[in-house]
T-cell receptor, first 115, second 112 residues
Framework: DTEVTQTPKHLVMGMTNKKSLKCEQH?????MYWYKQKAKKPPELMFV???????INESVPSRFSPECPNSSLLNLHLHALQPEDSALYLC??????????????FGPGTRLTVL | AQSVTQLGSHVSVSEGALVLLRCNYS??????LFWYVQYPNQGLQLLLK??????LVKGINGFEAEFKKSETSFHLTKPSAHMSDAAEYFC??????????FGTGTRLKVLA
């Protein structure tokens, strides 16, 4: 299985809602990532979990809260979002370890719209 | 710090013509370089990667890229464009173990 899955595919939420994005991989990868991608832009890194520990937090607002329950799952909890948070949210995974040549495998993304 | 420059935010080619997408990098250490493709409303798919094993790297869908250290380039080519190649292409270099530095992307249009 060489796939990263993400649910839901689309999400529309109000600014007072709480919702979660889910990501799953069964490739035995030990690093998982959340990216935010606005239209016509490259993905922007938000968080990296390595061996289930938060390794990188790119100064993301606290209304985004990541969680890594185990090595296969990654969640992104959303609360009190703003309309400018509307974007495609991508999850990725890689083997991990201490070498930078591990390619990242991306999921199909969740299209988030904040009203 | 590493950086990536993709010259040409939009490239148009005729079906059957050569595809050339440019990527130049700046890195203080031997780089690991990647090309990804993104179709509309989808995630990124790895086309190929350079990890210093060979300077000419072959990828999926007939794409290849040549690492040229003297020019700090890693341009992506395909001999004959197909309509299905129309997509956004991103070049990336790694910074540390986990971070990708992405270029701004090149949108490829294939004309019939």
């Amino acid at each position: 299985d060489t796939e990263v899955t993400q649910t839901p595919k689309h999400l529309v939420m109000g600014m007072t809602n709480k919702k979660s994005l889910k990501c799953e991989q069964h490739m035995g990868h030990r690093a998982m990532y959340w990216y935010k991608q606005k239209a016509k832009k490259p993905p922007e890194l938000m968080f990296v979990y390595s061996y289930e520990k938060l390794s990188i937090n790119e100064s993301v607002p606290s209304r985004f809260s990541p969680e890594c329950p185990n090595s296969s799952l990654l969640n992104l909890h959303l609360h009190a979002l703003q309309p400018e948070d509307s974007a495609l949210y991508l999850c990725a995974s890689s083997r991990g370890g201490d070498r930078g040549n591990n390619e990242q495998f991306f999921g199909p993304g969740t299209r988030l719209t904040v009203l | 710090a590493q950086s990536v420059t993709q010259l040409g935010s939009h490239v148009s080619v005729s079906e059957g013509a050569l595809v050339l997408l440019r990527c130049n990098y700046s890195s203080s250490v031997p780089p690991y370089l990647f090309w990804y493709v993104q179709y509309p409303n989808q995630g990124l798919q790895l086309l190929l990667k350079y990890t210093s094993a060979a300077t000419l790297v072959k990828g999926i869908n007939g794409f290849e890229a040549e690492f040229k250290k003297s020019e700090t380039s890693f341009h992506l080519t395909k001999p004959s464009a197909h309509m299905s190649d129309a997509a956004e292409y991103f070049c990336a270099v790694t910074e540390g173990t986990y971070k990708y530095i992405f270029g701004t992307g090149t949108r490829l249009k294939v004309l019939a």
